[in-house]
């Protein structure tokens, strides 16, 4: 089946679409179209995501992205004569895209010119995310199923960085084709969620069966990264910026002088903290006369190895406590070369199958949104209504 997805809950519109097969016994994947416009550069200025901008770039962006997508996809076909959407249709697409401004004008000039693709099903993030970058992609989601009369499945983000280590991006078909069980899964797994908004810990019991074990209770740790590397001069986001510079130390001979926390690392349970490990960066830096490019270099190497030394520890307690066989690590913040490299070293070490996700599938995309809605959509598990579907913020897993 074709599964349609659109993924806007934060500062990257994304819209993919992927071939999806074999069930939970065997799935495969395969990128039919994948189109992703990054707003980096216009939140830049403000050192975060302005959420307004957010929106209303996302309105901007979607239907360009969706036409681009169809065309990768061999699946926009010109209409001739322009499709026939009743009138009924239209007024109610019109209705459901009011607040996202032009959005409904330039959906209903594609949809005129065009077949209705053959997709199975939209699949649309609706949480967890800033709520009004999410209700665009929610709204359009829901405007498309209306008009092409397809099903909407909605995706958990944080399920879809889960889903994210599935897919190769280079090679046609992913991972299991030799099946999930060959390739090496095993339930319970552990999932190492790290990303601009999150840190948790979660026991996989299952497909689509999750328990949050452990999760921070104040900063996430790309949010420290991207708070460290604003008091450290760098732009937004900050992550790639302290990565780069940590690096360029270890290849030296480096002496710590900075000696920075490792909040929790010894505590009972899985719960994370990083505001204490930024606020201490604050201190430290606060005191000098001047932070030349030699210190940003130390501090940043202190501080990401101080957020690799928590992260091992807690995974590694987690591993043995549930019994785990299988680590999955998703979100932005695993583009990170480091935590990469030690991870890799402790699933060697421990015999654990360790599944990180491409480089380029790490921070936010669309493709992973369509493989989490492929599982959803064959799960069957419909509760409500998708239409009267809210975009829900604080969305957990
Ligand atoms: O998953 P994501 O794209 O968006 C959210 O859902 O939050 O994650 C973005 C986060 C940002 O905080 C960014 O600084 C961080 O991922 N990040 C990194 C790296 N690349 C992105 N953090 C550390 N090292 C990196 N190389
Ligand atoms: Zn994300």
Redesign the pocket.
Known sequence: MKILSIET????TAVAIIECNGGFENPSFKILGNSLLSQIEIHKEYGGVFPSLAKREHAKNLVPLLENTLKQSSLYLEARPPSKISDEKIKEIEKILEKESGLFEKLKELLLKIEIPNVDTVAVTYG??LEPALWVGLNFAKALSIAWNKPLTPVN??EG?IFSVLMREKKEFLISNPPAERAGFQFPMISLL?????TELVLIKDWLDYEIIGQTRDD????A??KV?RMLGLP?????????LAEETRNKNYENKWSLPRPMISTDGFDFSFSGLKTSVLYKIKKLPEITDEIKKEIAREF?DAVVDVLISKTKKALQKYNAKTLII??????????RQEFTKLADKQNIKLMLPENSL???NAVMIGIAGYFRFISNKKTRNPLELRAEGNLRL
């Open positions: 809950s934060c500062d990257e967890p995310g983000h944080m960085h790290i990303s601009g908004g999150h996430a740790v790309g949010e990264f991207d590397a937004y986001p900050g992550g790639p910026e302290i990565s780069k990401e998703g979100g932005g913040v695993v583009a990170n070369k480091q935590i790490s921070t936010d």
